[in-house]
């Protein structure tokens, strides 16, 4: 299942899964909730205990819905079951959650965030030269 992964601070990026509970559990770090986002024919999954256990705001859902705390992903949804993510649902949401964000307040239960650019994930930065000698 191809799907895109979104940690804090970085850009997201895509990552094929084999969809095995233990696999989610492992990049949300926990126990997975979902979110579910019908208008896109997607889902969000990220970790239930996320405010509990301290983890990093990530980024804002919508005015209604808040935000996610901790690394999350977003997977497509064939109605019972999930599934990969289209490529034009892929490109969509590398947009839409492309910048960092950071929480600066909660103001009548809505996020205020701040946008910045995002670092790119590990593995995903170009190599670096060595400096040229004379």
Same mark, same amino acid.
């Given at each position: *299942? ?18 095995? !509970? ?32 301290? *983890? ?23 109605? &019972? ?6 490529? &034009?649902? *892929? &490109? ?11 929480? !600066? ?11 910045? &650019? ?17």
């Amino acid at each position: *299942m191809n799907v895109l992964v979104v940690e804090p601070r970085m850009a997201p990026y895509e990552k094929e899964i084999n969809g095995l !509970l233990k696999e989610m559990q492992a990049i949300v770090g926990g126990r997975i909730a979902t979110t579910d986002l019908p208008q896109e024919g997607a889902v969000i999954v990220s970790n239930d205990e996320s405010i509990c256990l301290g *983890m990093e705001f990530n980024r804002k859902i919508d005015d209604k819905r808040g935000g996610v705390f901790g690394t999350f992903f977003i997977c497509g949804n064939s109605g &019972d079951d999930f599934c990969s993510l289209t490529p &034009d649902q *892929m &490109d969509y949401f590398k947009k839409r959650f492309h910048q960092a964000e950071v929480l !600066l307040a909660v103001n009548n239960g809505r996020p205020v965030i701040a946008k910045s &650019d995002p670092l790119k994930p590990p593995g995903q930065e170009p190599p670096r030269r060595p400096p040229k000698t004379r």
